[in-house]
């Protein structure tokens, strides 16, 4: 069984700092791992995966992660954040050769002027 | 990337009365598509699994009489909440996995329907 746990259910910054927020799995298998953006009241947005490889991923809007095995984590992070960054962000893991994934509980990024 | 439509967006209605949700793959075919629910400020919970041409598989919990799913086609999944109470109301959201023989690596999911049930 697989689980997520999102340590920070709200993250406040200032726009123009750098953000990280932390995501850490548990599985027993190899995995896919993955980040998505949800904005209110909407669907999930992809941001970026990993599958393989180098273990740094850059996705979309200039959000970067970096997989490490040892630590089983998988942290986001954007060196300057803006006002519309501000949403729920959710990490997700699945089996690999599954696709169905296992949400964390999700974090606020709330960007302040 | 893939698309994936949800229909309605928000719906307000009745309690007693049963709701549909609609959930297209608008340019692949999705042989399985998935429905979760999410509470506010809460990660999203698998509800059930859809599969085309037969049976839903359920997540424990979840009331497959009270939650109807159906998926006629490769491009059209429903899920009608039936006898809807005020605790039903909540943000469902579907996804599904695109078709293509190879090894899949993500779902696609919809926009969401808002339910608020009166």
């Known amino acids: 069984a697989q689980s997520v746990t999102q340590l920070d259910s709200q993250v406040p910054v200032f726009e123009e700092a750098p953000v990280e927020l932390r995501c850490n799995y548990s599985?027993?298998?190899?995995?896919?791992l993955f980040w998505y953006v949800q904005y209110p009241n909407q669907g999930l947005q992809l941001l970026l995966k990993y599958l393989s490889g180098s273990t740094l991923v850059k996705g979309i809007n200039g959000f970067e992660a970096e997989f490490n095995k040892s630590q089983t984590s998988f942290h986001l992070r954007k060196p300057s954040v803006h006002i519309s960054d501000t949403a729920e962000y959710f990490c997700a893991v699945s089996d690999k050769g599954s696709y169905i994934p296992t949400f964390g509980r999700g974090t606020s990024l709330i960007v302040h002027p | 990337g893939a698309v994936v439509s949800q229909h309605p967006s928000r719906v307000i209605c009745k309690s007693g009365t049963s709701v549909k949700i609609e959930c297209r793959s608008l340019?692949?075919?999705?042989?399985?598509m998935f429905w979760y629910r999410q509470f506010p400020k809460q990660s999203l919970m698998l509800m059930a699994t859809?599969?085309?041409?037969?049976?839903?598989?359920?997540e424990q919990g979840v009331e497959k009489d009270k939650f109807l799913i159906n998926h006629a086609s490769l491009t059209l999944s429903t899920l009608t909440v039936t006898s809807a109470h005020p605790e039903d109301s909540s943000f469902y959201i579907c996804s599904a996995d695109p078709f293509s023989g190879a090894e899949n690596t993500e779902a696609f999911f919809g926009q969401g329907t808002r339910l608020t049930v009166v």
């Open positions: 340019d692949f075919q999705a042989t399985t």
């Open positions: 599985s027993s298998v190899s995995v896919y």
């Open positions: 859809s599969n085309e041409g037969s049976k839903a598989t359920y």
